[in-house]
Nanobody, 123 residues
Framework: VQLQASGGGLVQAGGSLRLSCAAS???????TGWFRQAPGKEREFVSA????????YYADSVKGRFTISRDTATNTVFLQMNSLKPEDTAVYYC??????????????????WGQGTLVTVSS
């Protein structure tokens, strides 16, 4: 599985960005998630979508501002980020889980990772 994340960039506080994560190769997944890692911090959960049924999950810090969605035809997951804050600045990674466990918010649960895309929010 190859995951290609894109859409990062520099934006002012209050602005919006839309991240994309395109999958190729073996495309089966139970959950696809977004994580982020700020300088000097651990990678943290942002959002996930259950591929079957499209149930969505969010970290409290982004709830109401970010929206995750998927396109099954193109095996692409999107993260629409609105009302961005400087504390959202990080490298954002998409990841795919192929196991059957129900945990979706842990780095260790995911099997494949994209290369990351940098989001910088200026104040």
């Amino acid at each position: 599985v190859q995951l290609q994340a894109s859409g990062g960039g520099l934006v002012q506080a209050g602005g919006s960005l839309r991240l994309s994560c395109a999958a190729s190769g073996r495309t089966f997944t139970t959950y696809t998630g977004w994580f982020r890692q700020a300088p000097g911090k651990e990678r943290e959960f942002v959002s996930a979508i259950r591929w079957s049924g499209a149930t969505t999950y969010y970290a409290d810090s982004v709830k109401g501002r970010f929206t995750i969605s998927r396109d099954t035809a193109t095996n692409t997951v999107f993260l629409q980020m609105n009302s961005l804050k400087p504390e959202d600045t990080a490298v954002y990674y998409c990841a795919r889980k192929i196991g059957n466990g129900v945990k979706y918010d842990r780095v260790s649960e995911y099997d494949y990772w994209g290369q990351g895309t940098l989001v910088t929010v200026s104040s």
